[in-house]
């Protein structure tokens, strides 16, 4: 499999222009539009240029200090844009969380008075485990089941 020529100085200029015209510090409207919320060849172009930007920069053909300058800020500007674009996505296509489904309200039953040992400790079948380090956890709630048996 041979390796993508690089893209020719015009190429490069031109995905260039496309990245910077998406330029959120730059222009108003690139602010208020989202690339990925438009046409579908619009958000192909852009990637395109990105991917150009990137395989003329891990190519050797670049010999000037200034092409390489260039064209690492205009990588920086897209990663940032796709960042904002990615964010985006996450806020407008996710349902809030409420925060109580993110706790566990651990209920602890009293143990009875017989589970207590004539040396004051506690018997063992009402002392905390600690949860089992398994990927597959059963959860944060299976201690109560486990005294409730």
Not at 16 to 26: C, G, M, Q, V
Not at 34 to 57: C, K, N, P, T
Not at 83 to 102: A, G, K, W, Y
Request: hydrophobic content about 35%.
């Amino acid at each position: 499999m041979e390796a993508p020529t690089p893209p020719s100085p015009t190429e490069l200029d031109a995905a260039e222009r496309i990245i910077l015209l998406w330029d959120s510090t730059a222009s108003e409207e690139a602010r208020e539009r989202m690339i990925f919320e438009g046409h579908r060849d619009e958000v192909d172009r852009y990637l395109q240029a990105v991917d150009e930007i990137q395989r003329s920069m891990s190519s050797a053909s670049l010999v000037s200090v200034d092409d390489q300058t260039k064209l690492n800020s205009a990588i920086q500007i897209a990663m940032a844009r796709l960042e904002d674009e990615f964010r985006n996505i996450l806020l407008n296509h996710t349902s809030p969380i409420e925060p109580d489904s993110l706790t566990c309200r651990r209920v602890w039953a009293a143990p009875p008075r017989s589970a207590s040992r004539r040396d004051g400790r506690d018997h063992p079948r009402w002392r905390r485990r600690s949860p089992p380090r398994h990927p597959f956890n059963r959860g944060c709630c299976s201690f109560v089941r486990e005294v409730q048996a």
